[in-house]
T-cell receptor
């Protein structure tokens, strides 16, 4: 069974700090890894990673995948209070019975204080 | 481009009742997946529909069912509600079911 583990489970920082969120996974046939930000209800899509070593960037957020070591990191630089949220990591199995199924980690609760 | 729309946003039901939730995916997307989110279990996959066919199902009892219409809108039904069914139900829209998925705002179901 696919498994995703995120760390840390919670993190408290001050505005301006840089944070690194971790996601390790076990999946039978890896297709992709996705990062989401969940503030109130709807998880918002951040990145989809399929290839090892290629960094995806969007403003102050960036993410990279290591398919050999089976993990991904999400970096947030110069954090702002608006970055406070739950960050979710999910994997997609390439197996034929995995359509539409994202396997999620527990999430990292990030709190950014002014 | 309109996002994923879920209705209703909130529901309060009594044990033993049944409930139907609705999800309209992003225009052009044919895959709709449903998830249950609870504080203890996180986000858990319920099932996925593509072109009116259920292609995948998670480990939930038969009380949880769904369907998809020809316009890709999907409904999820839970019969004989239990207190433990109280959760945030999220649907996700994807073009094929193996690409990035976009979530709706969810339906908060409370069973009393």
């Amino acid at each position: 069974e696919d498994k995703v583990v995120q760390s840390p489970l919670s993190l408290v920082v001050h505005e301006g700090d840089t944070v690194t969120l971790n996601c390790s996974y076990e999946v039978t046939n890896f297709r992709s890894l996705l990062w989401y930000k969940q503030e109130k209800k709807a998880p918002t899509f951040l990145f989809m990673l399929t290839s090892s070593g290629i960094e995806k960037k969007s403003g102050r957020l960036s993410s990279i995948l290591d398919k050999k070591e089976l993990f991904s990191i999400l970096n947030i630089t110069a954090t702002q209070t608006g970055d406070s949220a739950i960050y979710l990591c999910a994997v997609v199995d390439a197996g034929g019975t995995s359509y539409g199924k994202l396997t999620f980690g527990q999430g990292t609760i990030l709190t950014v204080h002014p | 481009k309109a996002g994923v729309t879920q209705t209703p946003r909130y529901l309060i039901k009594t044990r033993g009742q049944q409930v139907t939730l609705s999800c309209s995916p992003i225009s052009g997307h044919r895959s709709v997946s449903w998830y249950q989110q609870t504080p203890g279990q996180g986000l858990q996959f319920l099932f996925e529909y593509f072109s009116e066919t259920q292609r995948n199902k998670g480990n939930f009892p038969g009380r949880f069912s769904g369907r998809q219409f020809s316009n890709s809108r999907s409904e999820m039904n839970v019969s004989t509600l239990e207190l433990g069914d109280s959760a945030l139900y999220l649907c996700a829209s994807s073009s094929t079911g193996v690409t990035e998925a976009f979530f709706g705002q969810g339906t908060r179901l409370t069973v009393v």
